[in-house]
């Protein structure tokens, strides 16, 4: 009897659908071709599977969603029935990648391998890397066979790293490598599959050849152990339901459950039952246990506010105690800084009462002291008085005369102590007036090397120096500052430097109105060429008026006509070229001048700005240079007088 089959609702996906998912579509030669009658997918096939064309079943059916992992390390690896069409028992699910040669590349640009292949050591160290994982994968090779490999050895490892990575890629053992190699590289998104050329699979040991593909193998490889570290990892993005805790709030962990319950309801249905009881009761019970934890910490926080609640509204219907509290706060403030400027005054009077203490305890250490020490000395005055034989009244004498002389030698000491420190404030000043007076004479020296009146000098002041020398170890006051009389030398010579400053910048002047003018007159002569040059245009102008009515009018005078008109253009074209020449002429001498003009103007405003700076500046300077020199001199004038 025949199988009850459902046809689809929907017509099949098209040929471009491989554009839509970013994954190089083919459909193996092997398949089997479509039966009649099979219940076909409404949605197109999933995305993460190539189209896969379905063979005979009992039960046939396509399915009608794409797949949501869209996590390209498992979709050959988790849902072995989810996203495709199921077929025999014997065949072999389709892999995610291409298996024909017409993958499109990655991008427009070509990748260089940087890596160094042809180095020994580099090439050594993939060696042990491939050799270690293909041991720990149970793949039986030796060091020997990876040193000289051999086509076969090379393809089973080929093969066992490509299955590895995709268990479901239709590599055919009776297919040729050559045909299978770049493609399932490609397909694996192998970032330098355009520098592979198969000629090197027929000798792959060959010292041309081993280098990169040891390199495919090495890459191969490590791919192997990210996927296995990103299988082995439990991150939410593998969307593994046994790795889902009780408790979570990962969008993945939301996602990894839903992906699970659309395989289950979709094996149910490809069982040709549309009522989903066990997957949906399954989520159900899958999140009633997420929502215990949070349904008992829901009914532990409303018990905790109804409590509160309950408590407010006691403390709302009871007679609020703030104002008690405030008012017995109040006086607790205030003898609180009652107490706190008691407690001031106490610590003031005690530190006064400390300090007097040991103020007095000093002054008694001291008395005593002097006291002992008068002791002695009247016990030794005492004898010297007796070997003397002094009088009662000599002695009294000699005292005072000892205490006066005292008094006069203390005071003595009072004044020459006094004078050592005003001479020493004294000395401190004068040299602060000194360095302050060096500072000024070498921004004044500075100044002079600015403007360039360095001796010798512009005529007529050849003769004259302007520099100035401090000599503050001189005794006299007049030799302190040596060189030229600021008065009548310095400050006469820099008025006349000035003058011929003006002078020199009023010649210039006068020079750019010369130019002004001269500008001005072939402006105009400019002017004047133009208007000929458009005189001469509108005449050719009427000329070949006349020339074309008169061509117009009398075709028997044709050649005549021609020939007139063929000397007029060459008149006109003549006219027109000296007319240029002319105008090119008075225009390159016009840029000339005014180039010349803008030059001159530039000068004049630097040297007369540059001018009049220098002038102020050093005639400042040399006012407060001077002020500063008299000042000292007459402070030094009035030290040495009252000394």
């Known amino acids: 009897m025949a199988d009850i089959r459902r046809r689809s609702m929907m017509p099949p996906p098209s040929e471009n659908y491989a554009g839509r998912s970013g994954i190089p579509q083919a459909v193996p030669s092997t ?68 298996a024909g040669g017409n993958v499109a590349p990655s991008g427009t640009q070509t990748l260089k391998d940087t890596r160094p292949l042809r180095d020994r050591q580099y090439q050594t160290k993939m060696r042990q890397e491939i050799l270690s994982y293909l ?18 050895d090379f393809r089973a490892i080929f093969d066992f790293l490509v299955l590895t990575l995709d268990p479901s890629h239709p590599l055919g053992q009776s297919a040729r490598l050559e045909d299978e190699f770049v493609p399932a590289l490609k397909a694996l998104r192998y970032p330098f599959s355009h520098q592979i050329d198969n000629k090197w699979l027929a000798a792959p ?6 280098p990169s593909l040891l390199g495919v193998l090495h890459w191969l490889v490590e791919m192997c152990k990210l996927r296995e570290d990103y299988i082995n990892s439990g991150h939410p993005t593998l969307q593994n339901p046994a790795d889902i805790p009780e408790e979570f709030d990962d969008p993945f962990d939301h996602r990894g459950l839903a992906f699970d319950y659309f395989d289950q309801a979709y094996t149910v249905w490809l069982d040709l039952i549309d009522d989903f009881v066990e997957p949906n009761q399954y989520l159900e019970d899958r999140y009633t246990r997420k929502n215990e934890s949070v349904q008992t910490d829901l009914e532990e926080l409303t018990k905790k506010f109804n409590q509160a609640k309950a408590e407010l509204h006691k403390l709302q219907s009871s007679t609020a105690p703030v104002s008690k509290l405030q008012n017995e706060n109040g006086l607790l403030t205030a003898d609180s800084e009652k107490f706190q400027k008691i407690l001031q005054q106490y610590e003031g009077r005690k530190k006064k009462l400390i300090d007097t203490i040991a103020y007095e305890k000093a002054e008694l250490a001291t008395g005593a002291a002097h006291l002992e020490q008068l002791k002695q000395e009247h016990a030794r005055l005492s004898e010297v008085v007796k070997e003397q034989n002094l009088t009662p009244e000599e002695v009294i004498r000699m005292n005072t005369d000892h205490e006066t002389l005292s008094r006069n030698l203390e ?31 070498d921004a004044y020296t500075n100044m002079l090397s600015s403007l360039e009146l360095f001796p010798p000098l512009p005529p007529p002041f050849q003769d004259v120096d302007l520099t100035l020398e401090l000599n503050t170890a ?42 002004d003018n001269e500008l001005d007159q072939l402006t105009l002569e400019c002017e004047n060429v133009e208007e000929e040059i458009g005189e001469l245009e509108r005449k050719v102008i009427v000329l070949g008026e006349q020339a074309e009515d008169l061509r117009d009018a009398a075709q028997r005078e044709a050649n005549v006509a021609n020939a007139e008109a063929t000397r007029l253009e060459r008149e006109l074209a003549h006219a027109r070229t000296a007319a240029l020449a002319n105008g090119m002429g008075v225009k390159s001498r016009l840029q000339a001048l005014q180039f010349d003009y803008n030059e001159k103007m530039e000068k004049i405003s630097r040297l007369k700005e540059e001018t009049v700076r220098a002038i102020i500046k050093n005639s400042h300077d040399i006012a407060m240079f001077k002020e500063e020199v008299s000042r000292h001199l007459r402070e030094l004038r009035e030290f040495a007088e009252a000394g």
């Open 411 to 441: 005071d003595l000491k009072q004044k020459v102590a006094e004078t050592h420190k005003v001479v020493m404030n004294l000395e401190v000043n004068v040299t602060n007036r000194a360095e302050a007076a060096e500072e000024a004479l």
């Open 31 to 98: 398949i089997k071709k479509p039966v009649a009658n099979v219940r076909m997918s409404l949605a197109g096939p999933a995305l993460r599977a190539p189209y896969q064309t379905p063979g005979p079943s009992h039960n046939p059916r396509q399915s009608m969603m794409r797949s949501q992992n869209a996590n390209p390390l498992l979709q050959s690896t988790t849902k072995s029935n989810y996203g495709r069409t199921p077929l025999n028992s014997s065949t072999r699910r389709g892999s995610i990648w291409a």
């Open 135 to 152: 041991q720990g994968a149970g793949f039986e090779i030796s060091m020997a066979s990876l040193a000289n490999i051999t086509g076969k």
């Open 205 to 210: 040991a060959s010292m041309h050849s081993w």
């Open 474 to 515: 001189a005794s006299n006051p007049q030799l302190l500052l040596s060189g030229a009389d600021i008065r009548k030398v310095i400050k006469t010579t820099l008025s006349g430097v000035a003058e011929s400053k003006r002078s020199e910048r009023a010649s210039l002047e006068s020079e750019r109105i010369k130019v």
